[in-house]
């Protein structure tokens, strides 16, 4: 177990709509990334952020959008969704941010767009 | 800019035999290198790290790497192969660019034969 806790495990939804996607770090953490993973992508960075501000920012549509809450953990919107959206949706956390940390994935959320 | 090729999506070997999953990478600052694994149904976890000093980093189960600038190459090993040893290894890069992010490779699916 990571301590990285992601909800909900799967989910299942049409095109055109908006889902959100939760993650909790692990305790003491202060950095939250998201990740999509797919079999003709890999996996794609998303984003990063760092104490509740935005570090990093990488392959994400302007359709997606996240935020890190002060408590710390961090919400993934996704909206107007498309078929191409469905991928694992993967939440890791690092204790600082720093480039030479280790992270620490969850389980991921399963996202099916139908 | 920093990107990662992994040679072999799909490597095969029988148990006991040596385990070789190659990994090249692009940087234009001094990299920080790691190696994750990806067991079924389950988030990445780490298998090691190099950021400085010794270039041959030893990791969990047994795995093994190696930094090879002139090459730019960060191969992971083990000397013999475990049936627990099938999964997807990644191989993922980093660096003090500003933008701290990750970038992963896109993964070599490790199979072993009885």
């Known amino acids: 177990d990571s301590g990285v806790t992601q909800t909900p495990k799967h989910l299942i939804t049409a095109t055109g709509q908006r889902v959100t996607l939760r993650c909790s770090p692990r305790?003491?953490?202060?950095?939250v990334y998201w990740y999509q993973q797919s079999l003709d992508q890999g996996l794609q960075f998303l984003i990063q952020y760092y104490n509740g501000e935005e570090r990093a920012k990488g392959n994400i549509l302007e359709r997606f959008s996240a935020q890190q809450f002060p408590d710390l953990h961090s919400e993934l919107n996704l909206s107007s969704l498309e078929l191409g959206d469905s991928a694992l949706y993967f939440c890791?956390?690092?204790?600082?941010?720093?480039?030479?940390?280790?992270?620490?994935f969850g389980s991921g959320t399963q996202l099916s767009v139908l | 800019a920093q990107s990662v090729t992994q040679l072999g999506s799909h490597v095969s070997v029988s148990e006991g035999a040596l385990v070789l999953l190659r990994c090249n990478y692009s940087s234009s600052v001094p990299p920080y290198l790691f190696w994750y694994v990806q067991y079924p149904n389950q988030g990445l976890q780490l298998l090691l790290k190099y950021t400085t000093g010794a270039t041959l980093v030893k990791g969990i189960n047994g795995f093994e790497a190696e930094f090879k600038k002139s090459e730019t190459s960060f191969h992971l090993t083990k000397p013999s192969a475990h049936m627990s040893d099938a999964a997807e290894y990644f191989c993922a890069v980093s660096g003090n660019t500003g933008g701290f992010k990750t970038i992963f490779g896109a993964g070599t699916r490790l199979f072993v034969k009885a």
């Open positions: 305790s003491g953490d202060l950095s």
């Open positions: 890791a956390s690092s204790r600082g941010g720093g480039s030479n940390e280790k992270l620490f």
